[in-house]
């Protein structure tokens, strides 16, 4: 990167990371919205663990935009975990209530894709995060020196 470039990164939020990472919480509210407003679908300990994980994964994403933005490179890898969390959500409960025919069709195939699409934002959040996070923090080393 051009040094001036690198100079403006100590000054400017990352604009990128944060809004992928607010992108992948978005995703995963239409997920939230599109599962438990069917009224076909029985309540049971699973729904109860996944509000909880919801709620969390919502919270921690919000939180993670905001440390994107001023290049924590430990969030950037709290967000890549998030984002395999997410990929394993995706196989759990969309496939627990189609094999109990509760969740069929378009529904079925939105949720799983809302989690895809969330993981895939918030990888791709991480991954930018950490790439930024580790290009100032070196050329901070650099100037210090």
Known sequence: M???NLERMRYKNDKLAS???LTAVVFD????VVLY?????VPDM?????ILLNILFLLA?????????????RWSFIMIGMALAQIARSFWLPEYY???????????L????????????????????????TVLARYLDKSEA
């Open 46 to 50: 699973n729904m109860g663990a996944d």
């Open 61 to 73: 994403g919000f939180f993670a935009a905001e440390q994107a933005k001023v290049y924590s490179r």
């Open 29 to 32: 509210a239409v997920y939230f």
């Open 2 to 4: 051009k040094k001036r």
């Open 110 to 133: 939105t949720t799983k894709l809302s989690l895809l699409a969330s993981a895939a934002l918030m990888l791709a959040a991480g991954i930018v995060s950490y790439v930024n996070s």
């Open 37 to 41: 407003g069917r009224q076909s679908v």
């Open 19 to 21: 809004r992928l990472c």
């Open 98 to 108: 189609r094999a109990l025919e509760q969740l069929i069709g378009g529904e079925y």
